[in-house]
């Protein structure tokens, strides 16, 4: 596609309900972020897929975050048991070659 | 770490007048990016300038990288330049190390 495309744009969810959030990456890019930015602050890191290789978790916040990426093109960030806490925009981004970044409009989630 | 840090945090101006967003570095870098982050939450990628000067319209950067800094130059500012402008830079092939960013204020 033309651009980075995430849905649900808006997601509200109860405090324990799980969601499932997606990124559909510029076709052809080989890589793809996932980063999570509060009101105020810059984006911080969750995870990097190159194709459909996690190489970074290393940013996931706690292992009720799960992301894949399994045909290397549309990714899911899956988050279980939601807290108040992950109350964020949820941004994604896909690289070219040299991993210049195209960003989604990102999903904010609010929890309840 | 890389750290980086911009300034300033904040800016005013009035529309029409030019602004120089300095990125400061503290290590060696083979990837710098400019984004501007609208009102509305979209990120746009404005440079991606590991080194030298590029230009796009009235936007301009420029990258010392022996001396690990860059600039981002907005000149005759409209208001649709408000928003941050965050600079990211990174050492490895895919981590970038992000800014805390420059609000940036244009008034009618």
């Known amino acids: 596609g033309a651009g980075v495309s995430q849905s649900p744009r808006y997601k509200v969810a109860k405090r324990g309900q799980d969601v499932a959030l997606r990124c559909d990456p510029i076709?052809?890019?080989?890589?793809l972020f996932w980063y999570q930015q509060a009101l105020g602050q810059g984006p911080e890191f969750l995870t990097y897929f190159q194709n459909e290789a996690q190489l970074d978790k290393s940013g996931l916040p706690s292992d009720r975050f799960f992301a894949e990426r399994p045909e290397g093109s549309v990714s899911t960030l899956k988050i279980q048991r939601t807290q108040q806490e992950d109350s964020a925009v949820y941004l994604c981004a896909s690289g070219d070659g040299a991993n210049v970044l195209t960003f989604g409009a990102g999903s904010r989630l609010t929890v309840l | 770490g890389i750290q980086v840090e911009q300034s300033p945090p904040d800016l005013i101006l009035q529309e029409g007048a030019n602004s120089t967003l300095r990125c400061n570095f503290s290590?060696?870098?083979?990837?710098l990016q400019w984004f501007h982050q609208n009102p509305w939450g979209q990120l746009i990628n404005l440079f991606y300038i590991p080194s030298g000067t590029k230009q796009n319209g009235r936007l301009s950067a420029t990258t010392v990288a022996t001396e690990r800094y860059s600039l981002l130059y907005i000149s005759s500012s409209q208001t649709t330049d408000s928003g941050v402008y965050f600079c990211?830079?990174?050492?490895?092939?895919?981590?970038?190390?992000w800014g805390a960013g420059t609000k940036l204020i244009i008034k009618p």
């Open positions: 290590d060696s870098v083979n990837n």
């Open positions: 990211a830079v990174g050492d490895s092939n895919y981590q970038l190390i």
């Open positions: 076709s052809g890019h080989v890589s």
